[in-house]
């Protein structure tokens, strides 16, 4: 999928939800956050 077409999808789905969509990896940092970091935990690769 081109860069052009992944922004064209965005604003579609951006349009079928008033309020928007939040990008931002905030969300999933206090999820982790509140989970106690697990991913601090796991061995590297």
Known sequence: ???LAADRE???LMAL??????LSL???SRLLERLG???DH???V
């Open 1 to 3: 999928m081109t860069t």
């Open 37 to 39: 970091n697990p991913q």
């Open 17 to 22: 939800h008033p309020k928007g969509f939040d």
């Open 10 to 12: 965005i604003e579609n």
């Open 26 to 28: 905030d969300r999933i």
């Open 42 to 44: 796991l061995p590297p």
